[in-house]
């Protein structure tokens, strides 16, 4: 069975750092593209980044760039997410979702994934 587990978050002050991962199971994780989303309350589901299934390109969205950087780990089916110079903005529940397509650059909006974890909770104080 297909399971994809967040795991990192918690409350940060503003401009401080957390690391999320997504650990997966049940499925070839090194052939999967996988991707980071966000949702906070009130608001639409947004695309943060994704790597391709080789870790070889990665994307992300416009209000992450320069401050989050993805990563993945075959050999222990986890994907990282450094965030950065968090801000108050960056609070929402934060889903790893997985997915075999693979693009010459994935894609953090415009498709939906097909796998999706529980999400774990990003709060910054400001």
């Known amino acids: 069975q297909l399971q994809l587990v967040e795991s990192g978050g918690g409350l940060v002050q503003a401009g401080g750092s957390l690391r999320l991962s997504c650990a997966a199971s049940?499925?070839?994780?090194?052939?999967?593209?996988i991707g980071w989303f966000r949702q906070a309350p009130g608001k639409e589901r947004e695309g943060v980044s994704c790597i391709s299934s080789s870790g070889g390109s990665t994307n992300y969205g416009d209000s992450v760039k320069g401050r989050f950087t993805i990563s993945r780990d075959n050999a222990k089916n986890t994907v990282y997410l450094q965030m950065n110079s968090l801000k108050p903005e960056d609070t929402a529940i934060y889903y790893c979702?997985?997915?075999?397509?693979?693009?010459?650059?994935?894609?953090?909006?415009?498709?939906?994934?097909?796998?999706w974890g529980q999400g774990t909770q990003v709060t910054v104080a400001s």
């Open positions: 979702a997985a997915d075999p397509l693979d693009w010459a650059l994935c894609r953090v909006e415009g498709y939906d994934y097909e796998y």
């Open positions: 049940g499925f070839t994780f090194n052939y999967y593209t």
